[in-house]
């Protein structure tokens, strides 16, 4: 299976700059992904790179990209005006990359906060779901659920990967958006996982093993959403 990863330019909607990306389609790929990363780490971040690897090793394409300030070597993230344009961005190259592939979006933390967000908004077209790894439902120590208000604009299938230690979600909270959400949330998680997708020694599971579980149940929602007759 080939895995080369292909670099693209991608022009910010209303907004003087672009930022980079990284296409990877495998020969036999049945959806294309766009994900966006963390507020703490770009696109090139360890995890980010075994993530897409492994969803390729899953028939899933992916294109992940930096939002403005990471693109030009800044810590503090955007204003939410630019970073939902850069999702905007990402999703229109994902179009004319990505050919007659479904399209869904999502990401990292943050990434995939920003990407419901914009989809709430009404500034993507054709994502036919959303995938997010580690959805920041709250500040750490401060549980809320007022960042998920949004979600139920999104209209769109959703999966959540969440662990049980991430002090951004605490899982009991995510159960309760997930109930109000209905049939359009569906939720996997990860036990003894943090939000980096980090492992206790304990588990008798290393963090790889985190990553290939995360690609291997994003592989087989994105079949049940696309071929739900075939699941």
């Not at 994900?35 to 360890?46: E, F, L, P, S, Y």
């Not at 190259?93 to 989809?119: N, V």
Request: net charge neutral.
């Amino acid at each position: 299976m080939s895995t080369r990863t292909r670099e693209v330019q991608i022009p910010v909607p209303d907004y003087d700059t672009s930022v980079s990306g990284l296409l990877i389609r495998p020969r036999d790929a049945t959806a294309l992904l766009v994900i966006g990363h963390g507020a703490g780490a770009g696109m090139t971040h360890a995890f980010l790179e075994q993530l897409a690897t492994q969803l390729a090793d899953n028939n899933i394409a992916t294109l992940r990209y930096n939002f403005p300030y990471k693109e030009h070597g800044g810590k503090r993230p955007d204003r939410t005006a630019m970073l939902t344009a850069t999702v905007q961005g990402a999703i229109e190259i994902a179009h004319k990359s990505g050919g007659s592939l479904p399209l869904f979006a999502g990401g990292k933390s943050m990434g995939g906060r920003m990407t419901s967000q914009a989809m709430a908004e009404g500034l993507l077209t054709d994502v036919v779901g959303l995938v997010f790894f580690g959805f920041p439902l709250h500040a750490a120590g401060k549980p809320g659920v007022s960042r998920a208000d949004h979600l139920a604009d999104a209209h769109a299938p959703m999966l959540f990967l969440q662990g049980t230690r991430d002090r951004l979600a605490d899982i009991g909270l995510m159960r309760g958006v997930i109930s109000d959400l209905g049939r359009f949330a569906t939720m996997h998680v990860i036990e003894d996982a943090d939000h980096s997708f980090n492992m206790l020694k304990r588990s008798g599971r290393c963090n790889a093993d985190a990553i290939n579980e995360l690609a291997t149940q994003t592989g087989n929602w994105v079949k049940s959403v696309i071929a739900p007759s075939a699941t």
